[in-house]
């Protein structure tokens, strides 16, 4: 099936510095979403992406639809301790089912 | 009120027993879907549900049944658990508008196989 190349598996970083993780396909979808799973909680929904070369932005984070749809990034910017988490991409096409990320661990040191 | 709920939180079984974890929902969404989360390996679709007629495999549906009952209710059965089925299992539900879909999780269901 599908699959969903996301990176990089993990980072660590310094609190204040800025984060970048992008999920490939060899496919391309209509729809990019980004979800961010909390220690114990279910994954919860961040952006979602519905154009070709649509950017949008919640708070510190900031999202791509790349222009191939074959791709999306995420940012996150001047991290804070409570951004530590699994982020995941999803991608779908044509109403079918999501195809998701393997996640990108994010741990933050104070 | 959370929207999609899970029951139970967390389960320990053994080997050989047969487990059914729940899932109820009040968003009004036609789809349901269950994931099976293991470290390292993201989240895998166990079978998915479009309406309350409808039922289709995933990628890893061996092991496992289900059961829509009603617009708000899809459940998951283990007929025989095994230790590797040991993972933190997810409900979504969706709704497709406009060929857009959004998935939205419930707070998952830690199961322990011995």
């Known amino acids: 099936g599908q699959q969903l190349n996301q990176s990089p598996q993990s980072m660590f970083i310094q609190e204040g510095e800025d984060v970048s993780m992008n999920c490939t396909s060899s496919s391309i979808f209509n729809t990019w979403l980004w979800y961010k799973q909390d220690p114990g909680e279910g994954p919860v929904l961040l952006i979602a992406?519905?154009?070709?070369?649509e950017l949008t932005s919640n708070g510190r984070l900031t999202a791509q639809f790349g222009i191939t749809r074959k791709d999306s990034f995420l940012n996150i910017s001047a991290s804070i301790p409570s951004d530590v988490g699994i982020y995941f991409c999803a991608g779908q096409l044509n109403g079918n089912k999501l195809v998701f990320g393997a996640g990108t661990i994010l741990r933050v040191k104070s | 009120d959370a929207d999609v709920t899970q029951t139970p939180r967390n389960r320990i079984t053994k080997t050989g027993k047969r487990i059914m974890l729940e899932c109820s929902q009040t968003?009004?969404?036609?789809?349901m879907y269950w994931y099976r989360q293991d470290p390292g390996l993201g989240l895998r679709l166990i079978y998915y549900?479009?309406?309350?007629?409808?039922?289709n495999k995933g990628e890893i549906s061996d092991g496992y049944s289900v059961s829509r009952q009603a617009q708000a209710k899809f459940s998951l059965s283990l007929e025989s658990a095994i230790p590797n089925q040991t993972a933190l299992y997810f409900c979504a539900t969706s709704d497709l508008v406009g060929g857009d879909e959004t998935q939205y999780f419930g707070p998952g269901t830690r199961l322990l196989v011995l």
């Open positions: 968003k009004g969404h036609d789809r």
């Open positions: 992406l519905y154009k070709a070369g």
């Open positions: 549900s479009f309406d309350v007629k409808d039922i």
